[in-house]
T-cell receptor, first 111, second 114 residues
């Protein structure tokens, strides 16, 4: 699976949009981009995933660059409960295909 | 979304004893489940893949005789930490994919070995 690079930490003001970047310059054509988050002492929570088109759901939006070498997760109106470690993972889909977690980005949402 | 549960949520045991952790998919079936370990301030580390009806496959460096995995049914996988030592103290997390390949994670089990 392709390696991803994320900033170690980011701050965001409550109510503002949080934009979390991820670099995956060695991504291959059949690998998807997945985003998960982990709130302290809990299991990771699925947020969103995509291949090459931008995706949006009730939690977030995923913007993937045209060359697919990077992506951005957008939380449109961050709340204090969005404080968590956010993981960007690149992988080929399939139930037998594993998720390997990098170090992620600690998002601190501040009042 | 789908729900994955773990039991117990927290366990304390004496050094040398064995501890069993259960992972259940509550509203879907999973022929494959995954086990992770997470030390404080670190990321999740994949330990092994649990396969229903066949042997588990372990990541490099993970001792299969120490971390016994049994995938008893399409909704249950168990991880047994045998002869636990203080260095096995960690946060153990399981996950299971749904039919749409979305991976759902359990809430984790905090193991403390005294």
């Amino acid at each position: 699976d392709a390696k991803t690079t994320q900033p170690t930490s980011m701050d965001c003001a409550e109510g503002r949009a949080a934009n979390l970047p991820c670099n995956h310059s060695t991504i291959s054509g059949n690998e998807y981009v997945y985003w998960y988050r982990q709130i302290h002492s809990q299991g990771p929570q699925y947020i969103i995933h995509g291949l090459k088109n931008n995706e949006t759901n009730e939690m977030a939006s995923l913007i993937i660059t045209e060359d697919r070498k990077s992506s951005t997760l957008i939380l449109p109106h961050a709340t204090l409960r969005d404080t968590a470690v956010y993981y960007c993972i690149v992988r080929v889909p399939g139930n037998f295909n594993k998720f390997y977690f990098g170090s992620g980005t600690k998002l601190n949402v501040k009042p | 979304g789908a729900v994955v549960s773990q039991h117990p949520s927290r366990v304390i045991c004496k050094s040398g004893t064995s501890v069993k952790i259960e992972c259940r998919s509550l509203d879907f079936q999973a022929t494959t489940m995954f086990w992770y370990r997470q030390f404080p301030k670190q990321s999740l580390m994949l330990m092994a893949t649990s396969n229903e009806g066949s042997k588990a496959t372990y990541e490099q460096g993970v001792e299969k005789d120490k971390f016994l995995i049994n995938h008893a049914s399409l909704t249950l996988s168990t991880l047994t930490v045998t002869s636990a030592h203080p260095e096995d103290s960690s946060f153990y997390i399981c996950s299971a994919p749904t039919a749409t390949d979305t991976q759902y994670f359990g809430p984790g089990t905090r193991l403390t070995v005294l």
